[in-house]
């Protein structure tokens, strides 16, 4: 069954650094997200992305948080600059649509980022 | 988006049917009804989605009556590794649509 997969499992850096959290989606989906969330509490929804733009986001989604997809597969979310805050488990998903089968989203395994 | 009700918790026995019941009094005519599973520290895992009536498949039932503001979800035989954490989601196919809206879920624990 093809799955979405995420690298790293687990990523420690230190405030104010930059992070790099990847992903690569089931290869024949065109829309991608990523969700985040903090131990303990729910998932949050970050941002979609659709045709190579932004097409949905939110307040969380600052200025500090950019989305790229650098290729035909990789899926990639940037912190700028990390806060303490900002510790959480990161979801990468994709689907092939969005309304009824096709809108079924499939998450990868998460990313856990840690800000000291 | 329609919001959705949900027990926090449950418990059943291994061997026994579950079933949790989610509330969306607002669900607009366009809106599915999914359930996805979270195990600690893993992503959210699709299990069944529905429009109407009855939806079956390898993993669960889903059950929605005509009026479609509520629905079961229905787990035969639970075993341990079904304890996990149930969310209810309305999706709906219009503006919005692309983002879940995950509340707390149903944190069902199955008892040996």
């Known amino acids: 069954e093809p799955e979405v997969t995420q690298t790293p499992s687990h990523q420690v850096t230190q405030m104010g650094q930059e992070v790099i959290l990847r992903c690569v989606p089931i290869?024949?989906?065109?829309?991608f997200y990523w969700y985040r969330q903090i131990l303990g509490q729910k998932v949050e929804f970050l941002v979609s992305?659709?045709?190579?733009?932004?097409?949905?986001k939110s307040e969380i989604f600052d200025d500090q948080f950019s989305v790229e997809r650098p290729d035909g597969s990789n899926f990639t979310l940037k912190i700028r600059s990390t806060k303490l805050e900002d510790s959480a488990m990161y979801f990468c998903?994709?689907?092939?649509?969005?309304?009824?089968?096709?809108?079924?989203?499939?998450f990868g395994p998460g990313t856990r980022l840690t800000v000291l | 988006l329609a919001k959705t009700t949900q027990p926090i918790s449950m418990d059943s026995y291994e061997g026994q049917e579950v079933n949790i019941t989610c509330s969306h009094n607002?669900?607009?005519?366009?809106?599915?009804i999914t359930w996805y599973q979270q195990f600690p520290s893993q992503g959210p895992r699709f299990i069944i989605q529905?429009?109407?009536t009855k939806v079956t498949n390898e993993v669960a039932s889903l059950f929605i009556p005509a009026d479609r503001k509520s629905s079961t979800l229905s787990l035969p035989r639970v075993s341990l590794s079904d304890t996990a954490v149930y969310y209810c989601?309305?999706?709906?196919?219009?503006?919005?649509?692309?983002?879940?809206?995950f509340g707390k879920g149903t944190k069902l624990s199955v008892i040996p």
């Open positions: 529905g429009y109407k």
């Open positions: 607002n669900i607009a005519t366009n809106d599915y």
């Open positions: 290869s024949n989906h065109l829309y």
């Open positions: 998903a994709s689907s092939q649509g969005l309304a009824g089968g096709r809108g079924w989203k499939f």
């Open positions: 989601l309305v999706v709906g196919s219009g503006a919005g649509s692309y983002q879940l809206t």
């Open positions: 992305f659709y045709n190579n733009e932004i097409s949905e």
